[in-house]
T-cell receptor, first 113, second 117 residues
Framework: EPEVTQTPSHQVTQMGQEVILRCVPI?????FYWYRQILGQKVEFLVS????????KSEIFDDQFSVERPDGSNFTLKIRSTKLEDSAMYFC???????????FGPGTRLLVL | AQTVTQSQPEMSVQEAETVTLSCTYD???????LFWYKQPPSRQMILVIR??????QNATENRFSVNFQKAAKSFSLKISDSQLGDAAMYFC??????????????FGKGTSLLVTP
């Protein structure tokens, strides 16, 4: 069964460093999402991406965040200058059509020291 | 803005018994979807069940079923014949079109389910 994959599974970085989180959505899916889950809290929407551009973003998704789909398969989330409060689990999700069910990747656990 | 409320931070059930997790939501939309996701200790998000608001029939997936009360804006999850592997965090989620988040999911805070032998 096709699945969403994410790399790395864990990342430890120093405050102020840039990180890139990678996702490979299911191949025939068209809509892509990034979510964040701070430990012990609920999952929060960051950004959605469709037709090679951001379609929506939350207020969490400020100028330090960016997304792109560089090669038609990978979908990346870049955090330019990490802060301590960026420590969280980051989930990628994809759907084939706007009304379909979102399938989540296994997540990347980011720890900022 | 739509809100999803899970009023039970923790629930406990004995193996083979039945447990119901509650979820309420607030919306003015008529066209929307509701989901239950399971998050085990690995923290992967796993879809348990989905309900379309226009469907009157409650969704069922094996031991998992929902009680969808559209007028009351309630969407509870019933787990029958509970198994040790059901122990996890369960998140209720809502989705409709919104100008801020498109078809992104809006999650509740979750209910931690403990299954005892």
């Amino acid at each position: 069964e096709p699945e969403v994959t994410q790399t790395p599974s864990h990342q430890v970085t120093q405050m102020g460093q840039e990180v890139i989180l990678r996702c490979v959505p299911i191949s025939n899916h068209l809509y892509f999402y990034w979510y964040r889950q701070i430990l012990g809290q609920k999952v929060e929407f960051l950004v959605s991406f469709y037709n090679n551009e951001i379609s929506e973003k939350s207020e969490i998704f400020d100028d330090q965040f960016s997304v792109e789909r560089p090669d038609g398969s990978n979908f990346t989330l870049k955090i330019r200058s990490t802060k301590l409060e960026d420590s969280a689990m980051y989930f990628c999700a994809s759907i084939q059509g706007a009304r379909e069910t979102q399938y989540f990747g296994p997540g990347t656990r980011l720890l900022v020291l | 803005a739509q809100t999803v409320t899970q009023s039970q931070p923790e629930m406990s059930v004995q193996e083979a018994e039945t447990v119901t997790l509650s979820c309420t939501y607030d919306t003015s939309e008529s066209d929307y979807y509701l989901f239950w996701y399971k998050q085990p200790p690995s923290r992967q998000m796993i879809l348990v069940i989905r309900q379309e608001a226009y469907k009157q029939q409650n969704a069922t997936e094996n031991r998992f079923s929902v009680n969808f009360q559209k007028a009351a804006k309630s969407f509870s999850l019933k787990i029958s014949d509970s198994q040790l592997g059901d122990a996890a965090m369960y998140f209720c989620a809502y989705r409709s079109w919104s100008s801020n988040s498109g078809y992104a999911l809006n999650f509740g805070k979750g209910t931690s389910l403990l299954v005892t032998p």
